[in-house]
């Protein structure tokens, strides 16, 4: 069965700093591939995603992440961390084009200003 | 552009009493879907409808839990009697398919259930 890991549960950082959040994924085939945040008190909401093309994808808010098809991971990265970006990032995949999403557990983020 | 609405955001019931649960999708969009969030855990699809009818339940359980989409828009889920375990937030999302088929899906606020 599809399954998606999320090995950080809890991060802590300083506004400044560099994130970089750890997404794994079981699936041999054809997968999309992508990362939702739910800021506290708000619904989930589409960060980026990743369906074919150029590895290395782009999302709102200065956030990228790498699809590494070796390694079975889409990581999520940020170069500088703000207060704001506080919130539940959660990785997910559907494969061979079907539309169920499998999510990971979520890593909740906090940054201290 | 309008998002997808939910009601009610919060309940609270005793165990084997029912409840309902509303979903209004994006207009337009074909496909609707609804998950179940326990704390701690990542969302965990329970239904999805294309129009109104049942393209994946795989994951409901069917002795407790329906749900319908009456027209191909809004949509219910229902639980009789409820548990404990229930005790999650009930997601609904929507989603319309994309050029070169792919889709991507838009979530509502949700609806946090608390059974005692």
């Known amino acids: 069965a599809q399954s998606v890991s999320q090995h950080n549960h809890h991060v802590i950082l300083s506004e400044a700093a560099s994130l970089e959040l750890g997404c794994n994924y079981s699936?041999?085939?054809?997968?999309?591939l992508f990362w939702y945040v739910q800021y506290p008190g708000q619904h989930l909401q589409l960060l980026l995603k990743?369906?074919?093309?150029?590895?290395l994808v782009k999302g709102i808010k200065g956030f990228e992440a790498e699809f590494i098809k070796s390694k079975f991971s889409f990581n999520l990265r940020k170069p500088s961390v703000q207060w704001s970006d506080t919130a539940e990032y959660f990785c997910?995949?559907?494969?061979?084009?079907?539309?169920?999403?499998?999510f990971g557990t979520g890593t909740r983020l906090q940054v201290f200003p | 552009e309008a998002g997808v609405a939910q009601s009610p955001r919060y309940k609270i019931i005793e165990k084997r009493q029912s409840v309902a649960f509303w979903c209004n999708p994006i207009?337009?969009?074909?496909?609707l879907y609804w998950y179940q969030q326990i704390l701690g855990q990542g969302p965990k699809l329970l239904i999805q409808?294309?129009?109104?009818?049942?393209?994946?339940d795989s994951q409901l359980p069917k002795d407790r839990f329906s749900a319908e989409r009456l027209k191909g828009v809004d949509s219910t889920l229902k639980i009789q009697p409820a548990k404990l375990e229930d005790s999650a937030v009930y997601l609904c999302?929507?989603?319309?398919?994309?050029?070169?088929?792919?889709?991507?899906?838009?979530f509502g606020p949700g609806t946090r259930l608390t059974v005692l």
């Open positions: 207009s337009g969009h074909a496909t």
């Open positions: 699936y041999g085939g054809t997968v999309n």
């Open positions: 409808f294309q129009n109104n009818g049942v393209v994946d």
């Open positions: 990743y369906f074919s093309g150029d590895p």
């Open positions: 997910a995949v559907n494969a061979d084009n079907t539309d169920k999403l499998i």
């Open positions: 999302a929507s989603s319309s398919r994309l050029a070169g088929g792919i889709n991507e899906q838009f």
